[in-house]
């Protein structure tokens, strides 16, 4: 259910937005996603613990007022690679900072009760070339795996368009880029649901997520693993996926060893093959965070700017 809370100041609202998100980045390593690094299973060099300390060290540039979205985005990962020296977060910055500059742009405007994803509407098309140039830095600084090249405004160079229209060219190769250009199809309209359906049948936000996490992979081909083996790997991994929905259907949290048996053998299956769906990860974690906004209705009247 909603809830309409007022705010005594800005710094209230930046710490109400800043806990959703180190809920959300604890929930993905306590949730058990086969091919991804947790507190059940390290992999691709990287441990649950790394992933922790991004989560701490992005929030506070994230979460900032003064920031432009570019600049959360940017100074998020420089932040995480002074923590960690690795890429575990790239993904979810790119997807969580939009939502973040939404609410916060909530309360700037004086905006009353409004629906998330209208707000991230606007937000996403009044990006800024500048915007483009500190994400472009930002990618740099991460370099994500299996990133290649692209014939129009190559992450080498410096962008000529805005945030907005950089992800638009893209949107058919990266599922990052596609939410951007499509207000976030897959969060609102696949994401968020699932997870507010899973939780109310099992009350547990872990498996919820596991839900989300698996019926994306199921039915979507991850991004990072097309950009690093093309279609080697589709059918599998989306056969597997599927097995574990179908698990999913007659599971209960008291009983977790139902579950626990597949999720391992799928997990070192994708690990031993170096399958890494971490775009599906970052899906899954940004439907958390949007749930977690989204189910606020912000009354800002009143609220003390200073």
């Not at 990266?174 to 939780?199: L, N, W």
């Not at 992979?217 to 093309?230: F, Q």
């Not at 775009?279 to 989204?294: G, N, Q, W």
């Amino acid at each position: 259910m909603s809830r309409l809370l007022r705010f005594e100041s800005k710094n209230q609202f930046q710490e109400i937005i800043l806990k959703a998100w180190l809920q959300a980045c604890e929930l993905d390593i306590l949730t058990f996603k086969p091919g991804n690094v947790s507190v059940h299973a390290a992999g691709h060099n990287m441990t649950a613990e790394q992933f922790k300390l991004s989560a701490l060290a992005s929030a506070k540039p994230i979460t900032d007022f003064t920031l432009s979205l570019g600049e959360k985005i940017f100074y998020s990962i420089q932040d995480t690679r002074s923590a960690v020296s690795c890429n575990t977060n790239l993904g979810i910055v790119l997807l969580c900072a939009p939502l973040v500059e939404a609410t916060q742009s909530v309360l700037q405007d004086h905006l009353g009760q409004v629906f998330l994803r209208d707000r991230l509407g606007t937000v996403l098309n009044e990006t800024t070339v500048s915007d483009a140039c500190w994400v472009y830095k930002a990618i740099r600084l991460a370099k994500p795996g299996g990133l290649g090249r692209a014939d129009q405004q190559d992450v080498v160079n410096q962008p000529q368009v805005t945030l907005l229209e950089a992800m638009q060219l893209a949107a058919d190769k990266d599922r990052i880029a596609y939410q951007y250009s499509t207000v976030y199809k897959d969060i609102f309209e696949y994401g968020v649901p699932r997870y507010k359906e899973a939780y109310l049948r099992w009350g547990d936000t872990r498996w919820a997520a596991l839900a989300v996490y698996a019926g994306f992979l199921a039915e979507i081909p991850d991004s990072l693993i097309v950009r690093k083996y093309g279609n080697r790997f589709t059918r599998m991994v989306a056969n597997r996926m599927a097995l574990v929905n179908k698990q999913l259907e007659e599971f209960s949290p008291d009983k977790p060893e139902q579950l626990l048996g597949i999720l391992k053998d799928v997990d070192t299956e994708f690990k031993a093959a170096g399958i890494n769906p971490g775009t599906t990860a970052d899906l899954t974690v940004t439907s958390v965070f949007a749930e977690s906004l989204d189910k606020i209705r912000w009354n800002v009247e009143g609220t003390n700017f200073q």
